[in-house]
């Protein structure tokens, strides 16, 4: 085949690919990228290395055609390794890949024709499941994983005066205990929701409605935690068949998994030493509706008591501006409650099944979900009553101009959530503001500057805000100190107490609430075990229901194809543990870049860091410049490793004062150019800078 007869087959495969409905264009160009970096990479590599040897040791032209065409025909027949899904799934087994295991959850019977009669037939309804053993067997195993994670174990157990993973707050230090050698305990979240794929408001709506589960090592570092892949597909099951059954039956034989991962764990070879990893499951995650339901609570806000932490009544809720300690659920009050069966004055319906987990209790492993409670809740409640307020009742300024300056502000910022224009209808109605988490995020930590200044310092509305914004920070951060706990009791108080004074009544957002410093205490920043991450997982479940054309047994489907995924992790992962990652394109000159990702954020000229946070003035600098440093270093094996690092030159802002009408730190460009490492920097990622009323301004996305 001459080069043209080649290229016009290449063209013909492209076409074969745009043409097929089912690919998206991204998929096609994902497709060609693999292939022609095999072909140029290594197919053709190897064909070329082969030859040359045959060439170097051929004794006779009639022996060097022979070995030619030996050598072309053994490249050309490696394809029929591959000929078929059941040959390709056999040589994935190696790599890691476990096909799903049902798990039957109920019986039902189906009415069929049998001999011109009609007969009901029995037969069993199931969930599937990929084993969390391998999955997590072969998750460590990934080269290196092990290791890091091991040292970040370490680092977390001397840090001191600080907590920033769940390993360091009170719930592990109390109850997790472990003194035997070369044995590692690891916490793991466990995270339930409901999907649906396909039209929710379509004739099929509620037809593929899932409830999926998946599970998180909650110790892994920044970088790695920050990455989808390290989320880990469990079990899914029909939401039909959740309503037909018990909490029971669903989670049996997750619960078998999770405790077996606690009692024996799984052994792996790290650093060439027999290393025993055991999971303890600390927090189970998801929104309050998917939690009351598979704790046995009520699902209605409009219960009478509807709190899965206390005891309190609607009425209760809706007047307590700060946690009372007197009604929260113990392990005592807890069964007797449930031994009283009455739901309405309980709120239980069931015993909760987690309760069989080892070291778990309903009672005491209480998790809550920042996102929807505060960005999609309490956040809603407050901004949308602050500019009725603002808007029609002090007449301070027209909606038209609030959704201007709002898209005015996305100039001076690198945030790309910003939200929608503001309608009419969400502020005057019955309707509330309809943003996503992110969207109301990106509105309440830049209101201040969007809008202040036609505010006066003295509005009792704005208070709601500047308290609002303060809670939001100490939410936001991936670092507590005690100081901080006692600080948000104190700003839920006066938020509470505030909206209780201009609207009568609490909304069951606000209680809730109250009860995030004690559990922030007890379990580490919550922003380490909300939800937007593990929703935003869904998006690959979704994708491979959305592309199967049968809705056949599409459990199976999608959990074989999370399957491949986790395959594919396996086999990958590796490449993605890289705290820096520097592009090629980005490169201006030798060591020098225009921008760099590190730990998931990116860093460009122009960029704002927090370069000190001592007392008594914070210290930012301007980067001018990106330098990519290598560190080389000895394994235990004796091979040597290069290590990305990163130094920026930056100009350095100091502190002049915080305005807290703004929520803004004003700063005065000093002059003063520094090196700075971008391990030494105390807060990540990048901060927003830019210029109000002549000064220039820092916000943080979290408290510093």
């Known amino acids: 085949m001459d080069y043209l007869a080649l290229f016009n087959s290449i063209l013909s495969f492209i076409i074969a690919l745009y043409g097929e409905p089912s690919f998206p264009r991204k998929i096609v160009d994902i497709i060609f990228e693999f292939i022609s970096r095999f072909v140029v990479d290594t197919f053709c590599k190897s064909l070329e290395n082969s030859i040359f040897r045959i060439i170097d040791n051929a004794e006779s032209k009639q022996e060097l055609k022979y070995k030619i065409r030996e050598c072309i025909n053994l490249h050309c027949n490696v394809f029929e390794n591959f000929s078929t899904e059941k040959k390709r799934f056999q040589l994935l087994k190696n790599k890691g890949l476990q096909e799903p295991e049902p798990f039957g959850i109920r019986k039902t019977f189906t009415e069929i024709i049998r001999e011109n009669k009609t007969v009901f037939v029995e037969s069993s309804v199931f969930g599937y499941c990929l084993p969390l053993t391998h999955s997590l067997k072969y998750f460590l195993e990934i080269p290196g994983l092990a290791l890091i994670i091991i040292n970040n174990v370490k680092k977390l157990s001397v840090e001191s005066n600080v907590i920033c993973n769940v390993m360091q707050g009170k719930f592990w230090k109390k109850n997790v205990i472990n003194d035997a050698i070369n044995t590692y305990i690891l916490p793991l979240f466990v995270y339930y929701d409901d999907i649906e794929v396909g039209n929710a408001l379509g004739s099929h709506s509620g037809t593929n409605k899932f409830g999926v589960t998946y599970v998180s090592i909650a110790c892994l570092p920044a970088n790695i935690a920050s990455l989808l892949d390290s989320i880990i597909f469990s079990t899914i099951v029909r939401s039909e068949d959740m309503k037909q059954c018990t909490n029971v039956s669903i989670f049996r034989k997750l619960i078998t998994e999770l405790n077996f991962l606690r009692d024996t764990g799984i052994t792996i070879t790290v650093d060439n ?7 303890q499951t600390v927090l189970i995650v998801g929104d309050n509706l998917g939690l009351n339901a598979i704790y046995g609570m009520v699902e209605s806000f409009k219960a009478n008591c509807y709190c899965r932490i206390c005891t309190a009544d609607s009425f209760e809720c809706s007047q307590f501006c700060t946690e009372n300690k007197k009604l929260l659920r113990t392990q005592g009050n807890y069964c007797s409650d449930v031994m009283r069966g009455k739901t309405n004055e309980t709120g239980l319906k069931e015993q909760c099944v987690f309760n069989q987990l080892r070291n778990y209790h309903f009672v005491v492993n209480k998790s809550v979900d920042f996102m929807h409670d505060v960005l999609e809740g309490v956040c809603i409640y407050v901004i949308r009553a602050i500019l009725n307020d603002l808007i029609f009742e002090s007449k301070l300024f027209t909606l038209e101009y609030l959704n201007l300056r709002i898209k005015e502000f996305v100039s001076y910022s690198d945030d790309t959530n910003q939200p929608p224009p503001i309608a009419l209808n969400r502020l005057k109605g019955k309707l509330n503001l309809k943003f996503s988490a992110a969207e109301m995020l990106y509105l309440t930590r830049y209101l201040g500057v969007i809008i202040g200044d036609k505010i006066p310092r003295d509005n009792e ?54 009860h995030y410093p004690a559990i922030i205490d007890s379990f580490g920043p919550c922003v380490h075990y909300w939800t937007m991450r593990y929703e935003s997982r869904h998006r690959e479940v979704k994708a491979n229901a959305v592309t199967s054309n049968s809705n056949i047994n599409l459990l199976k489907t999608i959990a074989l194809k999370q399957a491949l995924k986790m395959c594919k992790t396996f086999d990958t992962f590796e490449n993605k543990c890289h705290a820096v990652l520097f592009q090629p394109n980005d ?14 954020s990116e860093y460009k000229i122009g960029s704002f860091i927090v370069v000190s946070v001592e007392e008594p003035d914070f210290r930012f600098g301007e980067i001018i410049e990106i330098k990519k440093l290598l560190s080389t270093y000895e394994t235990k094996d004796g091979v040597d490793k290069t290590e990305s690092k990163v130094q920026f030159t930056v100009v350095i802002y100091e502190e002049t004062y915080f305005d807290n009408h703004f929520m803004v730190y004003v700063v005065e460009k000093t002059g003063e150019n520094k090196i700075v490492n971008c391990d030494n920097i105390p807060s990540m990622p990048p901060v927003v800078a830019l210029k109000k009323n002549q000064n220039h301004c820092i916000i943080p996305r979290y408290i510093l």
Do not use: Q
């Open 461 to 514: 509305h704005w208070k709601m805000y500047i308290y609002l914004r303060k809670i939001v920070d100490i939410l936001m951060s991936p670092r507590i100190v005690d100081a901080h706990v006692t600080t948000l009791t104190k700003l839920i108080e006066k938020l509470n107490s505030l909206y209780l004074h201009f609207y009568k009544a609490l909304k069951p957002k606000f209680h809730f609430l109250t």
């Open 587 to 600: 490169c201006r000159s030798n060591d020098l870049y225009s921008k760099v990702t590190v730990n998931g």
């Open 273 to 279: 030493v027999l290393t025993v990893f055991k999971f």
